[in-house]
């Protein structure tokens, strides 16, 4: 048996050792070299990263500036790069539609990065829906509702009334209250309601138990008729004609109010019309049915100036007479007739401005005229014009001793003075500063 060297296996198993280790520090080198080039190949083909700051959408209105809000990038090697982002943008911002932002950046090695922000410069105003006619409406249990019209504009789009969506639930067949809604969108999807009240009822109005605890004492309407063109006194405290809806002045402004009770079908009116059209002032008629229907030409040329024309009742009683349980459908049609007429003749609802016949009222009559959706409309200035040989001068200065903020004239058209004086008098009012308005635009 041949002898072993244990010495030298022990040498020969250290160098094998050694061997082994040089071998692996050798391979582990290459390895890394090749991740190390792996990862600079990686790095030179990826894209810088852009983020955007605040919304990657935003919306303008028309003319609105666009504050750019920023960005941030930064390389593959995690490098700041935000100062060499270049921004650009197509905004027009006053034209309506979509643009970009466009932001684009490259890194060192050649890397483009391109990122977008959309905005919208868009129309946000609303469009707009006007109801012509009452926005509450009573009509008989099976009476047909009729449409007293509407219409919609945008500032964008113009009229855009054949655009109205409209949402009619009223069943007439039954007693209840119910909502017609109208409902219009822009091109920019800008959307708008409107709603009409219609209550079915089983009669336009019932005489209430309340009614008898208020004053039905007739009284007849006064002026204070101060010469001096301060605003007056009047029959009654303008506070208390207000729980009522009733006014017998405007508000202390320089405004006059003009107003005609008809008095007789033979008049002057016809040339008063004219004389306010000449001037461009609208007055108020309260007229009875009669004189309407045998003047149906006159008051469609009135309405279509422009003029209003108020309710003055069918027979021209004194309604405080009628202001009781007994009468009250006597009552409601003298203003219900009177109303029907109107609308016959015209087309279009009447105006809601009603003045009691005789100047005789009471707080009961006041009341349920107003429960008829009415104003009552008294007066602050007049005098006894109702004669047939009042002259111009005579006419003219008592106009002109009683004009006042806010007054609300009362005239008949009767004599052929008041007439005659009209054209001085608005030319008057005019130097004056005053200008004239209709009492239906008093509210206050």
């Known amino acids: 048996m041949r002898y072993i060297n244990k010495k030298n296996v ?3 198993i250290t160098l094998l050792i050694v061997i082994l280790f040089v071998v692996f520090i050798i391979n582990n080198k290459n390895d890394t070299k090749v991740n190390i080039k792996n990862e600079s190949i990686v790095k030179k083909n990826t894209k810088p990263i852009i983020t955007i700051i605040g919304e990657n959408i935003i919306e303008l209105e028309k003319g609105e500036e666009y504050i750019e809000k920023g960005s941030k990038a930064t390389d593959s090697d995690g490098n700041d790069i935000t100062n060499d982002i270049k921004i ?32 919208i410069v868009k129309d946000k ?12 409406i009573d009509i008989l249990l099976g009476e047909d509702y009729t449409e007293e019209g509407y219409s919609a504009i945008d500032n964008i789009d113009g009229d855009i009334t054949d655009k109205v969506v409209i949402d009619n639930k009223v069943d007439n067949k039954k007693i209840g209250n119910y909502k017609i809604t109208y409902k219009v969108s822009d091109t920019s999807g800008n959307t708008v309601t409107r709603i009409r009240n219609i209550n079915v009822v089983n009669k336009l109005l019932e005489y209430k138990s309340e009614y008898d605890k208020i004053d ?13 063109n301060k605003r007056p006194d009047g029959a009654a405290n303008i506070d208390d004609l207000k729980k009522y809806n009733a006014y017998f002045m405007g508000p202390d402004e320089k405004k006059i109010y003009l107003t ?16 306010l059209n000449k001037y461009n002032v609208k007055a108020t008629f309260f007229l009875c049915r009669n004189y309407m229907n045998m003047n149906k030409n006159l008051i469609r040329k ?19 007479t009628l202001a009781n349980k007994k009468d009250f459908d006597s009552f409601i049609y003298e203003i219900k007739s009177t109303e029907t007429t109107y609308e016959e003749i015209t087309g279009k609802k009447m105006d809601k401005v009603y003045r009691e016949p005789k100047g005789e009222w009471s707080y009961r009559s006041l009341a349920i005229i107003k ?15 109702f004669k047939s040989d009042v002259s111009k001068s005579y006419a003219l200065d008592k106009m002109m001793k009683r004009y006042h903020n806010g007054a609300i004239y009362l005239f008949h058209p009767k004599n ?7 054209s001085e008098f608005i030319e008057n009012m005019k130097k004056l500063g005053y200008t004239f308005d209709l009492v239906k635009n008093i509210d206050y």
Do not use: C
Request: a neutral charge.
């Open 216 to 228: 039905n004492t007739i009284n007849g309407w006064w002026s204070g008729n101060k010469f001096d």
């Open 125 to 136: 105003i609303l469009p707009e829906i006007k109801l012509k006619g009452r926005v509450v």
């Open 260 to 275: 005609y009770d008809e008095g007789a079908n033979d008049t002057y009116l016809p040339q008063i019309v004219d004389v």
């Open 10 to 12: 022990l040498i020969g």
């Open 88 to 119: 650009t943008n197509n905004i027009n911002i006053n034209k309506y539609g979509e643009y970009k932002v466009i932001y684009e950046v490259s890194d060192k090695y050649g890397n483009k990065a391109i990122k977008l922000r959309k905005v």
């Open 302 to 320: 009135m309405v279509e100036s422009g003029h209003s024309i108020g309710n003055h009742t069918y027979h021209h009683y004194s309604m405080p």
């Open 416 to 422: 052929k003075g008041n007439y005659e004086a009209l």
């Open 371 to 385: 429960d008829l959706g009415y104003k009552t409309f008294f007066y602050s200035a007049d005098y006894l014009d």
